[in-house]
Structures are given as C-alpha cells and as structure tokens.
C-alpha cells in the first residue's frame, strides 16, 4: 500500500489529476484491478494520497502556530506568525523523502475548483482559520475584507512556492532555485507581512 502511494504521488505531482489509472497502475508495479480493489478509482486513490500526508504537516503546523504564540505572548508580529504558518511545510520539503511530491499536489489541488477545492478546504481549512484569528489579533483596525485578501494572496504565493515550478530558475538563468525551500520560508513571511499591512493601512475597520 505505501509503495503503491508514493507512486501515485509522484505521478500525480508531476501531471496532476489527469494521470490515467493504467499509468498509475504501472509505476506502482501493479495490475488496475488491484488499484480498484484497494481504492474504487482514481478519485479515491487522489484522496488517499492528498489525505495521507495532510495531518501529519497540520500537527506540525499548530504546534509551531501555538509555540510562537506562548513565546511571544501580546507581542506577536505578522512575520512571525506566517513564518509560523508556511516554515513547517517549506522545511519538509526541504528533508523531501516525498514531500516534495506531495507539496506539489497541494499546489495544484489549491490552483483546483470543484471536488478538489472542497478536498483542500476539508484538509487545511482548520490551520487557515487559526493564521486568520491571528492576524486579525496582531491587526485590531484592519477591516476583515483586507485580511481575507492578505490570507488570499499568502496562500497563492505559498502554494505556488510549494509547486516547484523552476520558471525562476530559468527567469534569473539560475541565479536562485524554485526547490530552495529555506530561502523561500526566509523570504516570503517578510514580503507578505508588508504587503497585508499595506492593504489594512489602506482600508482599516469603520467603526
């Protein structure tokens, strides 16, 4: 069962939903009656693998989320509670032994509508909102539409950083890394943390 996947995540990462179950089959060694047996169809075996990995990096998550709280008490900071948010993920990628792969599917189930939106939502959308409380504590005046936007535009960022897609690499002829986890968790919780500060100074909370 784990063999078969990690197979299938693999797959999966690199072609999305599309992948055929006879191709899935195949990689893990196996014949599609068995995938059938073990799974209904493909829709099944996504869910499978998407589910599998999902608590393990929330565990990780609300604990690093509840660490920074107890450190830091009334003196929270944006930075410090998104890098909180987006570091756990980054940093198994980063270790890989197929987090990688399961990163990108997160990437692409996030860039996804109907069946697959309602899949991220039933994994993730727990974390999200404690990251939006927490924002709203670190940002008394900010108006909720801005910290909804400040959430959204996190989020696309951070999960297309998940994606690996190398277009930087190429843009920057290699200068810096779309696989290099670490220098993206140093980076995006300060850009981000500007950035919904601006949007809430632009549009604070009527009262």
Not at 27 to 44: I, N, P, S, W
Not at 64 to 90: H, K, N, Q, W
Request: net charge negative; hydrophobic share 40%.
């Amino acid at each position: 069962m784990t063999l078969i996947m990690d197979r299938a995540e693999a797959l999966f990462a690199e072609k999305g939903y599309g992948v055929p179950l006879s191709e899935l089959a195949q990689q893990a060694g196996v014949d599609t009656a068995l995938l059938r047996y073990y799974f209904g169809d493909k829709e099944e075996l996504f869910r499978a693998v998407f589910r599998r990995r999902g608590p393990i990096i929330n565990e990780l998550r609300l604990k690093a989320m509840a660490a920074y709280r107890d450190a830091c008490g009334g003196e929270m900071t944006l930075e410090g509670i998104i890098d909180a948010f987006v570091r756990p993920s980054l940093e198994k990628a980063a270790e890989d032994d197929g987090w990688r792969n399961y990163m990108a599917m997160v990437a692409y189930v996030n860039s996804s509508r109907g069946d697959l939106d309602r899949l991220m939502s039933e994994t993730f959308d727990h974390v999200s909102r404690e990251l939006i409380a927490d924002m709203r504590t670190i940002l008394p005046d900010a108006s909720d539409d801005e910290l909804y936007w400040g959430y959204h535009f996190l989020t696309g960022a951070f999960t297309f950083s998940l994606g690996q897609t190398g277009r930087i690499d190429k843009l920057s002829e290699g200068a810096v890394s779309s696989k290099d986890m670490i220098a993206i968790a140093d980076r995006l919780p300060v850009l981000i943390a500007a950035g919904i500060r601006g949007l809430c100074e632009r549009n604070p909370r009527r009262s």
